[in-house]
């Protein structure tokens, strides 16, 4: 039986042994299953769900509220893209990392605009999924290797609308993101509380009309607000 998920104001939700939760949303039994040794033999993350479907995801995530959804593309129900944002408003503060057997920049950009954290090829190995999992629940993004700068390209042609201009700080957080880094490392380099940093993430998102880090980055490049 899995630990209850524990949770506290600036932590990702973890098990009471101190794992990363996840919820695994595939209906595959061989791949599910092989994914779950994956993640479980490690001594941090571990899977306290799975889900066969969409319509099982979106309740399993929002009773277990897990730190990471790992989340397959194709799933009996619809496209696992098409259901991030149901996901994220299921479960407030859960990452969403997609799973996929191919994928090109621009479905790494719909992913990133649907709210997404990352894309993970299934051909990759299993220890790429494991960083994944780290990177997307400390708040970063994760793409494979080729996907990520097609993405903004991809991100920085479309329309979305910047709002009110950037105060100095927020200016600041935003070229930390731009430099990859997330939330805790935002955090750290400005001196402030995590929450302080995300809520100064929230608001560039907000005035740049961004649904996601990544996004936010490539409007901002589209806009010469960096370099």
């Known amino acids: 039986m899995p630990s209850t998920p524990q949770t506290t104001p600036d932590a990702v939700p973890r098990t009471a042994a101190g794992r990363i939760t996840i919820l695994l949303v595939e209906d595959h039994d061989m791949v599910a299953e092989a994914i779950r040794l994956a993640l479980d033999r490690t001594d941090d993350l571990e899977v306290v769900g799975r889900s066969l479907c969409v319509k099982d995801a979106l309740a399993d995530a929002a009773r277990l509220r897990p730190a990471v959804v790992v989340l397959d593309r194709r799933l009996p129900d619809g496209d696992g893209i098409a259901a991030i ?4 408003a299921a479960a407030p503060g859960t990452r969403v990392l997609v799973l996929t057997g191919e994928a ?19 051909v990759g190995n299993l220890r790429e999924l494991q960083d994944g999992v780290r990177l997307v629940a400390a708040g970063e993004v994760a ?62 998102l907000e005035k740049l009309g961004a649904r996601s880090q990544l996004e936010a980055v490539a409007v901002a490049r589209r806009e010469g607000l960096l370099r």
């Open 85 to 88: 944002t149901a996901l994220r």
């Open 143 to 204: 793409f494979s290797k080729g996907l990520l700068s097609g993405a903004l390209d991809r991100l920085a042609g479309r329309t979305v609308g910047s709002g009110t201009a950037l105060t100095p700080r927020e200016h600041e957080t935003l070229c930390l993101l731009g430099d990859g880094l997330g939330a805790a490392e935002v955090s750290q380099r400005l001196g402030v509380a995590l929450n302080t940093a995300r809520n100064h993430i929230q608001r560039v």
């Open 104 to 122: 090109t920049p621009a479905v790494a950009a719909h992913v990133a605009e649907a709210g997404g954290s990352g894309l993970i090829l299934k």
